[in-house]
């Protein structure tokens, strides 16, 4: 493991407890060990949220910018919608 350094933080209680209980069932050793597992997790997700909106995102909006017209409207994108709900299709 890295070097070590200390924090402290403040959290509400349900957050608390949640900690707490994740350490009485066994599945960490301690406080620290869940928050490092959390910040683990939180770092995966924004690592897939910058990867989305790069490779995904960006390219959608540069094509919208360079060719406006294969936009279609909002109002028929929420008639279709309508629509497909009103006829119990929830599949898109």
């Known amino acids: 493991m890295s070097?070590?350094?200390k924090r402290?933080?403040?959290?509400?209680a349900d957050q608390a407890d949640y900690i707490d209980g994740l350490v009485a069932s066994g599945g960490y050793a301690s406080a620290?060990?869940?928050v490092r597992a959390g910040l683990r997790a939180l770092k995966e997700r924004d690592v897939f949220v910058e990867r989305?909106?790069?490779d995904q995102v960006v390219?959608?909006?540069?094509a919208m910018i360079a060719d406006p017209a294969r936009a279609i409207p909002a109002k028929?994108?929420?008639a279709?919608?309508?629509?497909?709900?009103?006829?119990?299709d929830r599949d898109l």
């Open 3 to 5: 070097k070590v350094s």
């Open 8 to 12: 402290t933080v403040s959290l509400p």
């Open 32 to 34: 620290s060990e869940v």
């Open 52 to 54: 989305w909106l790069r």
């Open 59 to 62: 390219p959608v909006y540069d």
């Open 76 to 78: 028929d994108v929420f």
């Open 80 to 88: 279709v919608l309508r629509d497909r709900h009103a006829n119990g």
